[in-house]
C-alpha cells in the first residue's frame, strides 16, 4: 500500500511519508481536479518560473488533500489557516516551508478571483499610534484621521491614514510623555520648541518637524470646529526657515539610458521578458511624457484612455481632483504595442496595467526602475519622471501655466518647485533680451545719418511696382508716388521763400 502511494510522490512534492489524513489526488473528486490545472494554468500566465509553480502546486495540492472538501466551499480564513497548520507541522525545511506559504497566499489570490470574493478591508494599526495617549486624546486624532479619509479613495484609505497617523503623533506621543497633559489647551507653543530641540539633537531634518508643525495645527484646528478650547498661540507658531528645496529631475543622458534599457526588454525574445517591457515602456512613457503619479498609473482603467481626443482622463486623482492629461505619440504606440500583449481576460482586473493577474503594488515601478536602472548607471524614482516631465516642457518653451495644468497643481509655486530652467534656455533667453535692450539704449548711427532724399524715396516706390500688385495696390503707389514729388516741390518753393535777394 505505501509503495502503491509513494508513486504518486509527483503530486506531493515535499511529502517524505504516508499521512492517512491527506486525499490524495486520484481520490479528488473531477471539480477540484479541473480547478488544480485551471489554477497551474493561472501561475503559468503570470509568468512564474517553472519550480515556482510546482512547489506552489505542491502546497495547493496537500491544502485541498487536507480539507477534504469542493474548493468553492473553502474558506478563506479558517481553512487556510488549517492548511497552514498542517504544512508547518510536515518535516521540511524552513526554506521550503516558507514557498509553501507563499503557495497558499496564491491559492487564497486565485480563490477570491474565482468565485468573486473581494479582498478585505486594510485596516490602520491603531493601537500602535494612539495606544499610549491619553482617551480624550486619542479618540480626538481618530476622529480627525477617519474626517481625513473622507477626501480618499476607497483604495488608498489605509495607507493614507497609517501616514497621517505617523505624522501627526510623533509629536503628540513624546509631548505626552514628557508632560501630563489634560485637555487640548495644554499643546503650548513652549512644549512644541521643546520638542523641536529634542529632535533636532536626534537629527531630524528641519523639513520633517514643519511637516509636522502643519499636522499639529490642521488636527487643533480640527478640535476647534469641535468647540474645544485650545490655545492659539499654537496657531500662530511659524515653521522654520529652509532653503528652498532644488527639482528633484533626472539628468537627460540617465533618461535616455534608461529609456534605451527598457526598450531593450520590449524587444527580448523571451515572452515574459517582452510583456514586462512592453507594459515598463508604456508606464514610463506615461509618466515621462504627460506627468503621471505613480498612483494614476495604478488606477488607470480603459475608459479612461481617450483614444480619439489623444488624452487621458484623470479622475478623482491627488485631493479628489480631475484633469486632462495628453498623450505624445510615443505613448500612444507604447500602450497599444503593450495592450496587444495584455490579452484582456475575464480573469484580469479593469486596470490597464496589471502584473501576474493583479494591478500593480505601491512599488513595482520603483523596483522596476531600479533594476533597469543598475542594469545602465542610472538611478531614477518614478517620482523623479514626473519632475523631469514639468522641466522638459518648460524648457521646450512651453509656458508654466500650460504646466500647472498638466500637472495638476493647485499652486504655481509647486509647479516651480518640480522644474527648473537648463542653463542652455538661461543663456538663451538673456543673450535674446540682450539684443533687444542694446537696440533700446544705444543711440542707432542710422540716426546720425541724413534721411534718404527724394530720388532714393521715389526709385523705392518704382521697384515695388515691379512686383506682382493688384490694380488698388498700384494705384496706392502711384498716389504715394505722386505724394512724395509734391511733397518735395514744396520743401523747395519754401526755401526760395526763405532765400534772400541779392540787393536786400
Not at 54 to 69: C, D, E, F
Not at 265 to 278: K, W, Y
Amino acid at each position: 500500500m505505501k509503495e502503491k502511494i509513494w508513486q504518486h510522490r509527483p503530486y506531493f512534492w515535499g511529502v517524505h511519508q504516508y499521512d492517512p489524513n491527506l486525499q490524495y489526488f486520484r481520490d479528488w473528486p473531477p471539480a477540484n481536479k479541473g480547478f488544480m490545472e485551471d489554477f497551474r494554468t493561472w501561475l503559468k500566465d503570470s509568468s512564474y518560473s517553472a519550480s515556482a509553480v510546482s512547489i506552489y502546486s505542491a502546497a495547493v495540492r496537500q491544502a485541498i488533500g487536507i480539507l477534504k472538501k469542493p474548493y468553492w466551499q473553502i474558506d478563506l480564513e479558517t481553512d487556510i489557516q488549517t492548511a497552514w497548520e498542517y504544512l508547518q507541522s510536515r518535516p521540511i525545511s524552513p526554506a521550503t516551508q516558507l514557498d509553501y506559504h507563499k503557495g497558499l497566499l496564491k491559492l487564497a489570490e486565485y480563490l477570491r478571483l474565482r468565485l468573486h470574493k473581494p479582498k478585505p478591508e486594510k485596516t490602520p494599526h491603531w493601537a500602535h499610534y494612539i495606544g499610549l495617549l491619553p482617551d480624550w486624546l486619542a479618540q480626538a486624532v481618530q476622529a480627525y484621521v477617519i474626517h481625513r479619509q473622507r477626501a480618499w479613495k476607497p483604495e488608498d484609505r489605509c495607507d493614507g491614514a497609517t501616514r497621517c497617523l505617523s505624522t501627526l503623533t510623533n509629536s503628540l506621543r513624546w509631548m505626552v510623555a514628557e508632560k501630563c497633559l489634560a485637555c487640548f489647551a495644554d499643546l503650548t507653543p513652549a512644549l512644541w520648541l521643546e520638542y523641536v530641540d529634542a529632535r533636532l539633537l536626534a537629527g531630524i531634518n528641519p523639513r520633517s518637524l514643519n511637516t509636522e508643525l502643519n499636522a499639529v495645527q490642521h488636527f487643533l484646528r480640527f478640535v476647534q470646529e469641535l468647540a474645544q478650547p485650545i490655545c492659539q498661540r499654537m496657531l500662530l507658531v511659524e515653521p522654520m526657515k529652509q532653503g528652498r528645496p532644488l527639482p528633484r529631475d533626472a539628468p537627460v543622458e540617465q533618461l535616455c539610458r534608461l529609456y534605451h534599457e527598457i526598450q531593450a526588454e520590449a524587444c527580448s525574445e523571451h515572452a515574459g521578458l517582452r510583456r514586462s517591457g512592453r507594459m515598463d515602456l508604456a508606464w514610463f512613457l506615461l509618466m515621462l511624457h504627460s506627468g503621471l503619479r505613480t498612483i494614476e498609473i495604478r488606477h488607470l482603467r480603459f475608459e479612461d484612455i481617450q483614444w480619439q481626443e489623444r488624452r487621458i482622463r484623470i479622475e478623482q486623482s491627488k485631493g479628489l481632483k480631475d484633469r486632462i492629461v495628453f498623450l505624445s505619440e510615443a505613448s500612444i504606440e507604447a500602450l497599444r504595442t503593450y495592450l496587444a500583449v495584455r490579452e484582456p481576460k475575464e480573469s484580469l482586473p479593469e486596470q490597464v496595467f496589471v502584473y501576474r493577474h493583479r494591478p500593480l503594488s505601491k512599488t513595482y515601478c520603483l523596483e522596476r526602475l531600479h533594476t533597469y536602472g543598475e542594469r545602465c548607471q542610472a538611478q531614477v524614482t518614478p517620482h523623479q519622471l514626473r519632475h523631469s516631465c514639468a522641466t522638459l516642457l518648460l524648457n521646450a518653451g512651453a509656458p508654466i501655466l500650460t504646466v500647472q495644468t498638466l500637472l495638476g497643481h493647485k499652486r504655481l509655486e509647486t509647479t516651480l518647485g518640480y522644474a527648473r530652467l537648463y542653463d542652455g534656455t538661461v543663456a538663451a533667453d538673456y543673450y535674446q533680451a540682450m539684443v533687444s535692450i542694446e537696440r533700446r539704449l544705444a543711440l542707432p548711427e542710422d540716426r546720425l545719418a541724413p534721411p534718404p532724399g527724394v530720388g532714393q524715396l521715389v526709385a523705392l516706390v518704382d521697384a515695388l511696382r515691379r512686383g506682382a500688385l493688384s490694380p488698388q495696390q498700384t494705384e496706392t503707389l502711384m498716389q504715394l508716388r505722386n505724394g512724395i514729388l509734391a511733397l518735395a516741390e514744396r520743401e523747395m518753393a519754401i526755401q526760395d521763400v526763405k532765400v534772400p535777394s541779392p540787393g536786400s
